[in-house]
């Protein structure tokens, strides 16, 4: 891991960038000389590690005393990508456009990307844990699909917060029922990409016997700012 840039926010928390590899990712971490808890923070579908919304929620979160990571997927953000990936883009486009069924096309485009971006996390996961200022435990927040599949797959997760928005392939969905760890999962109740019962289906087949249902009034980008620090209590309950 490398450190390509830094600086400290008004708030006293560190933003740093890094690479790893290939994989370029932002690290947050208190103010304070005590190692902090990890939480993995993940933009649906995998939009770029830059987005304000995710930013925003990450230097919060570390404010609550936690070192946060964000890194982006293949083919998002900082990474090139290839033609297949502007190809799936361009024909999920069109498909909205008219109206037509797009569950196929995110099948075909997101499951990949799943796959490829879950073994990313767990490298980037064992780099940060050797990292003198973090410890653990370590948490996970953001992109459903990903999160399922890095709960069910990798037994550092202690807890998950996962927004209910993003498209989640076939795989996950039945993969959910291997999910265990303390679960916060977030719905918007009118949000116009992801049907409602289709989300509501998958919280049902968590196997968690602690996960807890936030639902709230509004479309995809209208989460209230307020579930930030509820997240936060939440990972204090797990992760301290």
């Known amino acids: 891991m490398r450190f390509t840039s830094e600086q400290r926010l008004d708030d006293g928390v560190l933003e740093r960038e890094f690479t790893l590899g290939e994989i370029p990712g932002t690290l947050w971490t208190p103010p304070g000389s005590a190692p902090a808890p990890l939480i993995l923070m993940a933009h649906n579908n995998g939009l770029p590690k830059r987005e304000p919304r995710l930013v925003a929620r990450a ?137 409602r019962q289709r989300a509501l289906d998958l919280f049902d087949a968590f196997g968690s016997k602690e996960k807890t249902l936030h639902a709230n009034l509004g479309g995809h980008t209208g989460t209230p700012w307020f579930e930030v620090d509820d997240g936060g209590r939440f990972y204090d309950r797990h992760l301290k």
Request: charged residues 20%; proline residues 7%.
């Open 59 to 195: 230097r919060r979160t570390a404010a609550f005393g936690y070192a946060v990571a964000t890194i982006d997927a293949a083919g998002c953000g900082d990474r090139p990508r290839s033609a297949a990936d502007d190809q799936a883009r361009a024909d999920l486009r069109r498909a909205m456009r008219a109206g037509k069924p797009v569950d196929g096309i995110f099948e075909s485009f997101i499951g990949p990307l799943v796959e490829q971006a879950v073994p990313e996390w767990r490298t980037t996961l064992d780099a940060l844990l050797a990292l003198p200022e973090i410890g653990g435990p370590v948490g996970y927040s953001g992109w459903t699909a990903v999160g399922i599949h890095l709960a069910a797959t990798e037994p550092r997760i202690a807890a998950a917060g996962l927004f209910a928005g993003g498209y989640v392939p076939l795989a996950q969905r039945e993969e959910a029922r291997q999910v265990t760890v303390p679960l916060l999962f977030l719905l918007q109740w009118d949000d116009e990409g992801n049907p």
